[in-house]
């Protein structure tokens, strides 16, 4: 949970949730100890990883990776492109890892990265 | 008003308390341990004389586990169970206590198999005395009649919110006919008043979520909240006993004294023992022994510094525990009351009884008995935790 954790006094009792739609708020990706790693070299944008996702936690709409070097290279965003990683709700799983045709993900450990 | 006097087991006067509350829902597992209590509301639901949605389910499990979402969804709620069908929602009656679900279970105390024994002890609900319900014991069916009908009003209060049993001794008050004295409809109705649900699941303009995962950031929090409940439960409970004796003139408390003016040695117990004490007790007193009885009527919130105003001055108390607590020192009972004393420096001696396990009876000899040996305790504490009427 992010922010000031609140006090028994301020919170519903019962453990009821007064507002609907409030899941968006919770992020699933604070127990991830595995953190995928994205190579533009490798990625074809193929977006097999965006289909396999359980967490629905890649993004598109990232550019055309210009080291490529292929026709119609393009610097515009483009919903058909890997965009990145959604690490709110990333679980670090690896299935886009394993699955990748193009061994374009690798998987780091969490303690490796700073932020 | 009109009172009506009636002969009835304390059963049908807990069915007839029912019946007059004209829950919204009532779930119940049909078979045994089912007790009395069902078969008669279950005849007034067959009769149309409630507007009950009576649900008969597999088991007591499914059974408070239908009142919890009964309850949830803003319908007044009640069941009736005993021993191990209680032993078998365990696991929901704690789940309809820290959900804040004000549901009224009537329980018929029996003991908790095995052996298998479906007679009286307290065993059942003692067992679950910290699962956060508010437990009121009756000594007979007019007052398993009353406690009813005031238990719906404590535990819809706002501020308290929490569910409530109310006990009655199996068989000796459950199935023994006896003359009561109960309210019309009317007075009862305008009494407990309408249910208005706590963020009802039922009030779609107002989506909620009840019973969501709650892990280490924000469970301590809940359970902190279930105390503060019990806490408010004292002033409410109060105020619904002075509101209802004011209908009957009768006096209710947490704690009932009889004779205690002047007293050396009282027993304290809950539930029917109290009548038979109140025989000895009379007979005694004729021979210029200073006896009494504290008869517990509310269990959870327990309240200390009554007690310990109740037995001021006492010289030796026994208390009687119809249940015991393995490998503790003495019964529930005898804990709360002994741990009560404890700040004080002026106490009485206290030991403990277990007694009456699996229905044993209790007479007037044994009670005799327990007064005798005060006689010796009031100087001499001796052993702390006896067995009355067991065969060394």
């Known amino acids: ?49 965006w289909m396999i996702c359980p967490d629905s936690a890649i993004k598109v709409g990232g550019v055309d990776c210009p080291a490529k070097g292929q026709k119609g290279v393009s610097d515009k965003p483009n919903l058909g492109n890997f965009g990145g990683f959604d690490l709110d709700y990333c679980k670090g799983c690896g299935v886009c890892a394993e699955e990748c045709p193009f061994k374009a993900i690798e998987m780091k450990e969490e303690k490796e990265f700073k932020d | 008003m009109v009172k009506k006097r009636k002969a ?5 006067c807990t069915a007839e308390a029912m019946r007059q509350i004209n829950p919204d829902v009532v779930a119940a597992y049909p078979i045994t341990p089912q ?12 009769d149309g004389d409630v507007d009950t949605e009576f649900i008969t389910v597999e088991s007591e499990h499914s059974a408070m586990s239908a009142c919890v979402g009964s309850s949830a969804a803003g319908a007044r709620t009640m069941t009736a169970t005993s021993a191990n069908g209680l032993a078998l929602m365990w696991e929901i009656v704690y789940i309809a206590a820290s959900t804040r679900l004000p549901i009224v279970m009537n329980i018929v105390n029996r003991a908790l198999s095995g052996p298998i024994n479906i007679h009286c002890d307290h065993s059942d609900s003692m067992g679950c005395r910290d699962s956060g319900w508010i437990q009121i014991y009756s000594e007979n069916g007019e007052e398993a009649y009353e406690n009813t009908i005031m238990a ?14 109310v006990c009655q001794d199996g068989f000796i008050t459950s199935h023994c006919v006896e003359t009561v004295e ?7 109705k305008n009494f407990i008043g309408e249910y208005v649900g706590h963020y009802p699941l039922l009030d779609v303009d107002k989506p909620v979520t009840y019973g969501p995962l709650d892990l280490f950031d924000y469970y301590f929090e809940h359970k902190r909240q279930q105390v503060d409940a019990m806490q408010n439960s004292v002033k409410v409970i109060r105020e619904v006993f002075d509101e209802f004796g004011k209908i009957t003139g009768k006096h209710y408390d947490f704690f009932e004294g009889y004779r205690l003016e002047d007293a050396e040695k009282v027993i304290v117990c809950a539930n029917s023992s109290a009548g038979t004490i109140r025989v000895v007790i009379d007979e005694l007193r004729e021979q210029g022994q200073k006896v009494g009885l504290l008869k517990m009527r509310v269990f959870r ?32 009972l005898f804990s709360e009351i002994r741990s009560s004393f404890h700040e004080e420096t002026e106490k009485p001696n206290i030991i403990d009884y277990i007694y009456g396990l699996g229905g044993r009876e209790l007479d007037i000899a044994q009670i005799k008995k327990v007064f005798a040996e005060l006689e010796e305790v009031k100087t001499n504490v001796g052993e702390r935790v006896r067995y009355l009427g067991v065969r060394e």
Request: proline share 5%.
């Open chain 1, 1 to 49: 949970m992010s922010g000031k954790l609140k006090n028994w006094k301020e919170i519903p009792i019962g453990g009821k949730i007064l507002e609907a739609g409030n899941s968006k708020e919770y992020k699933t990706g604070d127990w991830r100890t595995f953190r995928p790693l994205h190579n533009p070299e490798k990625c074809t944008n193929c977006m097999i990883c």
């Open chain 2, 8 to 12: 009835f087991t304390g059963a049908q």
């Open chain 2, 35 to 46: 007790t009395n209590i069902m078969h008669a509301f279950s005849q007034f639901v067959a």
């Open chain 2, 152 to 165: 719906m009003r404590i535990a819809e209060h706002t501020d308290v919110l929490l569910p409530v049993m």
């Open chain 2, 182 to 188: 109960l309210l019309d409809d009317e007075t009862v």
């Open chain 2, 301 to 332: 919130p327990w309240l200390n510094d009554m007690v310990v105003e109740k037995l001021r001055g006492v010289k030796a108390v026994a208390v009687l525990d119809r249940s015991d607590s393995f490998g503790a020192f003495g019964g529930p």
